[in-house]
């Protein structure tokens, strides 16, 4: 497996998990606030990653200048606070499959980014991959307003995963600018202590209303497994692969994130699995494959 393949399986590795962790959430919201939520998992983040990075020796960002620290930050907070506290927002309003179904809309926005931003050429397949993805998520919104249950308010809870689509769409861009400047573990652990303090704040005002003794062991097993995979693994996997890849060919594999997000809802959260979650999960993957194909076609033929 050459570096490029390797790549491609961390990228998806790492999508996977962040979609799987989307049904998550909505079990964990049920016994503690947003915020809280928010300020648990990336604690429990933090005192694995910074030990872990510290032993490493890698613990150090060499030749940074201030606006590599601007460009660390705004990852932190479009990918980490915004996408988190839109995403934790809005499967409080709408079920995690149709959730999963709207974020295959990332590989189109992260394309279009990467087009406007990074200058970086689409190739005709990568075209159809965007096109597909966005018929995707036509296809389960139809079928939502034909009076699919959705949620409680699949409006307001469509709306609010769509703005973590945004966030995470520039925060995909923005992690090429660091590729190859800050190592992938120490990235990562960035990116939680980042998410840590904007979410603390606010954390601290709802303390006082959440029944701490009522909270199942389960919740807490839940919680630590939800931090290791949502914040310390898939983040590491991600910014290993983003650094070998363009950033629109990274974009493409955030498709694996709905296809696990449908599959959780379905398997473990008693979702129901309709015609329209399955042509929309076969839109993105048959999108990646185009994509990867095409970039590996164009190249060879240059």
């Known amino acids: 497996m050459n570096r490029t393949q390797t790549a491609y399986l961390q990228l998806a590795l790492a999508m996977t998990l962040v979609g799987a962790n989307i049904g998550i959430s909505r079990a964990l919201l049920d016994h503690l606030p947003t915020f809280t939520l928010g300020a648990l998992r990336f604690l429990i983040a933090c005192l694995v990653l910074f030990p872990l990075v510290a032993w490493r020796g890698e613990l150090r960002l060499p030749g940074m200048r201030w606006r590599d620290y601007l460009m660390l930050f705004l990852q932190g907070l479009f990918g980490v606070f915004l996408f988190n506290l839109f995403s934790l927002s809005g499967i409080q309003y709408t079920t995690a499959a149709s959730a999963g179904?709207?974020?295959?809309?990332?590989p189109a926005t992260i394309a279009l980014l990467a087009l406007v931003i990074l200058r970086e050429r689409l190739a005709p397949a990568r075209w159809i991959g965007v096109a597909l993805a966005v018929i995707g998520v036509g296809v389960i919104n139809l079928q939502g307003a034909q009076g699919n249950a959705e949620g409680s308010n699949p409006l307001l809870g469509n709306t609010l995963i769509f703005g973590a689509v945004l966030s995470e769409a520039i925060f995909a861009i923005l992690a090429r600018a660091l590729s190859g400047k800050v190592l992938p573990f120490m990235?990562?652990?960035?990116?939680?202590?980042?998410?840590?303090?904007?979410?603390?704040?606010?954390?601290?005002?709802?303390?006082?209303?959440?029944?701490w003794a009522g909270i199942p062991s389960g919740i807490w097993v839940l919680l630590l497994i939800y931090a290791l995979t949502a914040s310390v693994i898939s983040f590491a996997l991600w910014f290993s692969g983003a650094a070998a890849v363009p950033a629109n060919r990274a974009g493409l594999f955030t498709g694996f994130l709905p296809v696990s997000a449908v599959l959780v809802g379905a398997l473990f959260l008693g979702e129901q699995l309709t015609l329209a979650h399955a042509i929309g999960m076969a839109c993105v993957l048959v999108g990646i494959a185009l994509g990867t194909v095409?970039?590996?076609?164009?190249?060879?033929?240059i």
Do not use: Q, R
């Open 101 to 106: 179904i709207i974020t295959s809309t990332l």
């Open 187 to 211: 990235m990562a652990a960035a990116m939680n202590l980042i998410g840590l303090l904007l979410f603390t704040p606010v954390a601290l005002t709802e303390v006082g209303s959440i029944d």
């Open 294 to 301: 095409g970039d590996k076609a164009t190249k060879d033929a």
